[in-house]
């Protein structure tokens, strides 16, 4: 009977501190550099007959945010800001892009503070979708615009 009592207590342990250090690295993004290839910008502009370039947007902070801003060659009008995930990139955020801009939509695939190649602290993972939809509609012909987010955990500032 005691064995089996250590054997649930080490189990229980066990799921308990696998538990722990899921959360923890769901949680605190690890702060890496990872330089999107722009061979992935150049193959979804090849298969959504859409033009890229590099954007670079200065916040009030002072934070540059990075990113790629895609115009497909039939825009609706409308624009979309696909923000990545809170451990991801903007590379996790291309399928989406394809799908937006295979209908037309104008889309910005930003790296989100202290992920990919944008400054800032991962700790402030909380994009400012303001200030990218304002470049959004002075960048283009955009006369709507709309934020795609995917588990940021976005909080109120």
Sequence with gaps: MC???RLIAA??????AGAIIL????VHVRQTILLPAHAAAE????????EWEDVHITTDDGATLDG??????????????AFHGVADTRLGMLDHGAFLLRA???VLVPDVR???SSGGSAGESTPHPAIDLQFLIKRSAVRHASAWIV?????AP
Excluded at 43 to 50: F, G, I, P, V
Excluded at 68 to 81: D, R
């Design 3 to 5: 064995r089996l009592i």
């Design 11 to 16: 189990a229980a342990l066990g799921i308990t």
């Design 23 to 26: 959360a923890d690295n769901a």
């Design 43 to 50: 193959a979804l502009e090849r298969n959504t007959a859409s």
């Design 68 to 81: 790629w801003f895609f115009t497909p060659l039939q825009a609706n009008g409308s624009g979309v800001i």
């Design 104 to 106: 037309g939509f104008t």
């Design 114 to 116: 202290g992920h990919g």
């Design 151 to 155: 588990s940021v955990g976005l909080r």
